[in-house]
């Protein structure tokens, strides 16, 4: 048997609200906040890491809005770089055949776990 390299894992994104399933695999918060009304057991959120999400300061300038989207990528990209926490996620993957982001934000198409699963993914 020859060596084969190790298929790159899954990065999926959903919402902590939704159900969770086995093809979630290892689930991430990446909520500063924990999610309004839910309880930790019904969360089935294997690691939290509030550090990686939006500072305070970038989350409540962004609020969800549409037309701040664009900025809010930038500035998020930027803080990412300064914290170096992406590689704590990095080496999750190592790990883990399947990493799902879970983030509280009603808009699915604009947020922060958007974000980070698009740095996981090398774009």
Same mark, same amino acid.
């Given at each position: 048997?020859?060596? =084969?390299? +190790?298929?790159?894992?899954?990065?999926?994104?959903?919402? !902590?609200?939704?159900?969770?399933? $086995?093809? #979630?695999?290892?689930?991430?918060?990446?909520?500063?906040?924990?999610?309004?009304?839910?309880? /930790?057991? =019904?969360? @089935?959120? #294997?690691?939290?890491?509030? &550090? !990686? =999400?939006?500072?305070?300061?970038?989350?409540?300038w *962004?609020? @969800? /809005?549409?037309?701040?989207?664009? &900025? *809010? %990528?930038?500035?998020? +990209? $930027?803080?990412? =770089? /300064?914290k170096?926490?992406?590689?704590?996620?990095?080496?999750?993957?190592?790990? @883990?055949?399947?990493?799902?982001?879970?983030?509280?934000?009603?808009? &699915?198409?604009?947020? %922060?776990?958007? !974000?980070?699963?698009?740095?996981? +993914?090398?774009?």
């Amino acid at each position: 048997m020859g060596w =084969a390299p +190790r298929k790159a894992p899954m990065i999926r994104i959903k919402r !902590v609200y939704e159900k969770s399933g $086995k093809e #979630d695999g290892w689930r991430v918060l990446v909520d500063r906040l924990w999610p309004r009304g839910m309880k /930790k057991e =019904a969360a @089935h959120v #294997d690691l939290c890491i509030k &550090e !990686v =999400a939006p500072s305070d300061e970038l989350r409540k300038w *962004f609020g @969800h /809005k549409p037309e701040k989207w664009k &900025e *809010f %990528q930038r500035k998020y +990209r $930027k803080e990412l =770089a /300064k914290k170096n926490l992406v590689s704590e996620l990095k080496e999750m993957e190592r790990k @883990h055949e399947t990493i799902t982001l879970l983030f509280g934000a009603k808009d &699915e198409e604009r947020n %922060q776990a958007v !974000v980070l699963a698009e740095v996981l +993914r090398g774009r």
